[in-house]
């Protein structure tokens, strides 16, 4: 039978078979995934086969190979890391123009960040009934701009439904991830999103490297034929703010011991990636890999900033000045 990990509770897998069962499976044996050393081999969005035993007790006894997954590494310096879900279709950011501001700063990181787990981003500007018109010049201008460069956007009032039919059809038969600020309205776009559907809101208690119940919890929410999954606030974000780094770790940590720090890794003397190619601790391939995610993220970067020197241009950052003035003004 097939199915999809829909959570993970310790040692326990719940799995949405395709033929809509509910059943909660163990892992058979011992799952080593290639180049990832993780403390859940198993992850929320997986596509897995299992199998009943004789005593009726299920097991997970294959992953299919994902096509991506987020990690977050564990703070401590052994190179494990907690998988936190696999096989995103897209990421939702929510974001707002105020109350609280969100930065391009903070949006670019975001999309290049995710532009490394190969992730594509939407954008959601929440709040939009709140703001004035200014406020609504400025939101018309950064969709133009992300829009532009390949990011679709949309406009919501979580608070009074306006857009969320048009965001529930772009959730349609995918995984979702959510993320964004604290206080942005996530909790209650998402409420709204669920409505009156087969609301099943299933708390997902993690473990960290040590085996231990954190205390955040990750949940995953059935909208439609779609799932998504939530993140807590700014936290989690670090999972992202990597670039290479998280995704080509052993890369990045070889690249330390080249004798120039701006070796290239290309044909430099005393390049110890180069070494480690030759040596066969890394494959051509997985160098290969990473010269190209580099590329792509120096791309995206370039991208931004040229659209925001354009911005630029056309005066928004003043209107931004004006705004944190008059913000500033009115919290005296
Ligand atoms: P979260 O931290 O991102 O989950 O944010 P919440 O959903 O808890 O919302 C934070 C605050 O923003 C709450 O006071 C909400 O009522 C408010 N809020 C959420 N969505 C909207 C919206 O579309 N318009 C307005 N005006 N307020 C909103
Ligand atoms: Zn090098």
Known sequence: MKGLVIKNTGSWYQVKTDDGQSIECKIKGNFRLKGIRSTNPVAVGDRVQIILNQEGTAFISEIEDRKNYI??????????????????????????????????????????????YRVPVKLVFNKVDAYDEDELRYLDALINLYTQIGYPCFKVSAKNGNGVEEIKKALESKITLFSGHSGVGKSTLINKLI????????????SDAKGRHTTTSREIFKVGNGFIIDTPGMRELQIWNGDTDTAFKDVEELA??????????????????IKAVESGEISQERLDNYFKLKKEIVNTQNKLLHGHKFMEKEKVKNMMGSLSARKKLSNK
């Open 195 to 206: 409505g009156e559907d087969i609301i099943k809101t299933l708390s997902i208690r993690e």
């Open 71 to 116: 990690v977050r590494r564990s703070s401590n310096l052994s190179k494990q890391s907690h998988i936190l879900a696999a096989n995103l279709d897209q990421c939702m950011l929510v974001v707002t123009i105020n109350y609280p501001e969100t930065s391009t700063i903070f949006i670019d990181r975001f999309l290049a960040s995710a532009e490394a």
């Open 256 to 273: 330390l011991q080249c004798r120039f720090s701006d070796c290239t890794h290309t044909s430099e003397p005393g390049c110890a990636v």
